[in-house]
DNA sequence: CGCCTAATCTGCACGAGTTGCGAACTCGCA
DNA sequence: TGCGAGTTCGCAACTCGTGCAGATTAGGCG
């Protein structure tokens, strides 16, 4: 997503005003490489301007997702909206559910485009496996159960 | 996913039961081409077995999903579940919300085994775009607006 | 063939995540 | 500075999925 001076403006442009609340949420998506969930965000909002309301935060995720400043991430769980707009991939850690930006070569190489009486938009790539930080806990072993619980990034 | 007879067998190999309601989501979930979610799935199985619980529906799903013979779709929305466990990607129309199994080339060129620390176990490739038929309804201009409900498949 | 018990089914209540709504508030143009 | 459309906030409501407990049943055994 663009950066926070540059959200105000598109805002403005659109008519739609800047709140203080706003501006905030601009601040935290832009400073992250994370995929927070709104919950995870209305959190670390809350620590700088209590009293913002979850709610709001909602409003907001779903604006950016509407101007396309922000994507939406579906790995099972709650929503996680992803800053970066840049073409990329994720690779899901299936012990920690850390996401990680990744950016894999051949991406050019799909034929995506020759899918029978379709027309392609986007294509997202996720990547499942195991992060090393998860695979140095259970050495030599997949690690199936989950040593630290499901959550983070 | 195998087919009702084998799962049958796989069921009971298992020590567990093979009862009429299961018999009968193997076998919705065996001629399928789609990607049901539970209440679909639920729907359809009342017209063949009425009372069935939908608590029953998400239990044999969840039992499915563990033994691998069922994966899980997510692309917002209610859980989707997925009988084709060959390796392929979907192409998901974003007017109408259809999932189609498609079959890309090149997928072996991506560089997954590359990624920086970390384990691959699972790609999974999702084309967003519109389907033929949602093209047709909007000649020439690309279909914002969802003209028929975002469900199906 | 009927018994017995662990496995299963069902219905309901509950919990997490997300949205609808309306009253109070405020950004920002005039 | 004043006004009004746009926002915020809090709560209720809604959706999806699961925990629980009592009733039911598959299927091994005698």
Redesign the pocket.
């Known amino acids: 997503m663009r950066n926070p001076a540059e959200l105000t403006d598109a805002?403005?442009a659109k008519?739609?005003?800047?709140?203080?609340?706003?501006q905030l949420l601009f601040r935290l998506l832009h400073d992250t490489d994370r995929h927070p969930?709104?919950?995870a965000l209305f959190v670390e909002a809350s620590g700088q301007?209590p009293?913002?309301?979850?709610?709001?935060v909602?409003?907001?995720l779903?604006d950016l997702v509407a101007m396309d400043e922000l994507h939406v991430v579906n790995i099972g769980?709650?929503?996680r909206f992803d800053p970066n707009t840049a073409a990329h991939q994720h690779a899901v850690c299936s012990a920690c559910g850390t996401i990680r930006d990744v950016y894999l070569s051949g991406v050019d190489g799909l034929g995506v485009a020759e899918v029978d009486d379709f027309h392609p938009q986007r294509t997202r790539i996720t990547v499942t496996g195991v992060c090393g930080r998860c695979a140095d806990l259970t050495p030599t072993r997949r690690p199936t159960g989950s040593h630290h619980k499901e959550n983070q990034q």
């Open positions: 805002f403005r008519g739609w005003k800047v709140t203080p609340q706003r969930t709104a919950d301007m009293g913002i309301s979850l709610r709001t909602y409003q907001t779903n769980g709650s929503t």
